[in-house]
């Protein structure tokens, strides 16, 4: 069995916060016999770019003081289709299996550690949660494509000596009626891959997912509707993470495995948990993003079972983000710098 001695290495000692974070390593039971130390995940998702980029990019990214990246090589299905494309002609470069791994040698070249993290876009509905199918035929489609995908992946992240490897995302339906589909996955990528192998469960999802036992750690794309208001103030954030993270607590001690957030992200726009009544109510609205990053990282950030986490997105495009953009980027926004104090371990006030 490997001890994957999780270390904490960033202090996050707030001037808002009740206590200190807990610095201690953490050791967590998985299948292999080596020894992995994952310091504390302070990341951030790429948007994987439409045509090739130098390695110089990934220099804004240190600076803004994180210290992983996720890198997410799409595959993609057919609204109304079972099979899963991967590596066709006619994707973006950097959704490419070679385009991906160009990405991830970028990054190591800075020091900055890597999740790969395969993510299925389904053509005509988008993400995979709603993604579902009639018959066994067209599941055994799914699987077997869907496998070759993932095991490709796997061996890109093998060959790259990749951090962590996640086996899939947000599929909501096929985690519960193919159960052991995945499971079956889990060992054939462990037979590749040697490191920490997670998944990418939806926010309503997570409790659902029934092999976290196979996996080193709990994946959660944790985009929870904390407040419908159009501007939640910074105390109601933060009652909401409090509450959020006694639960969280809760399934991590029942499953006995730690907890990353493999996606996180408050936009810039009013009603940023939601609650808007039409398109016209998401107006840009740069403190309710300041508010929502100062809230989390004032609460659940800092909790011992906690691995951390990759903020959506980032964007390698000139001028990303800025005042009148309402996406998830902190990109060129005021949250930039509070995020950047706390990746960097900069103390930083309510």
Same mark, same amino acid.
């Given at each position: ?42 990341? /951030? ?49 950097? *959704? ?94 462990? *037979? ?131 005042? *009148? ?13 509070? /995020? ?11």
């Amino acid at each position: 069995m490997k001890l994957i001695l999780l270390g904490f290495s960033i202090a996050l000692f707030f001037s808002c916060a009740d206590t200190k974070p807990n610095d201690s390593e953490t050791p967590l039971l998985n299948s292999t016999d080596s020894v992995v130390v994952l310091d504390k995940m302070s990341g /951030v998702s790429l948007e994987m770019p439409s045509k090739p980029i130098e390695s110089d990019k990934m220099d804004a990214i240190v600076d803004f003081g994180a210290k992983w990246v996720a890198a997410i090589p799409y595959g993609y299905t057919e609204e109304g289709q079972a099979k899963v494309n991967f590596n066709y002609d006619g994707r973006w470069w950097g *959704e490419s299996i070679n385009g991906a791994g160009e990405c991830i040698e970028f990054a190591q070249s800075r020091e900055l550690k890597t999740l790969l993290k395969p993510h299925v876009w389904v053509v005509g509905q988008g993400w995979p949660g709603e993604f579902d199918l009639n018959s066994e035929n067209e599941w055994l489609i799914w699987e077997s494509t869907y496998r070759d995908y993932i095991l490709a992946c796997a061996t890109l992240a093998d060959s790259m000596n990749v951090d962590v490897f996640c086996i899939g995302t947000e599929y909501r339906k096929s985690v519960v009626k193919r159960d052991k589909f995945w499971r079956r996955l889990i060992d054939e990528v462990r *037979e590749i891959y040697s490191g920490p192998v997670t998944y990418a469960a939806n926010w309503d999802n997570y409790e659902n997912v029934k092999f976290w036992d196979k996996l080193d750690f709990i994946g959660i794309d944790a985009y929870f509707p904390l407040s419908k208001e159009k501007e939640p103030s910074l105390d109601q954030l933060k009652t909401g993470w409090i509450k959020k993270s006694k639960e969280l607590k809760t399934f991590s001690e029942k499953w006995d495995k730690k907890i990353a957030f493999t996606e996180y992200g408050f936009k810039s726009v009013d009603f940023m948990n939601g609650g808007s009544k039409s398109e016209e109510d998401l107006k840009p609205n740069m403190k309710n993003q300041e508010k929502g990053y100062t809230a989390f990282f004032n609460t659940i950030w800092k909790e011992e079972w906690m691995l951390g986490g990759f903020l959506w997105k980032w964007h390698f495009y000139e001028n990303a983000g800025g005042l *009148e953009n309402t996406r998830y980027t902190p990109q060129n926004k005021p949250a930039q710098e509070i /995020v950047k104090a706390f990746y960097g371990g900069k103390l930083e006030s309510d």
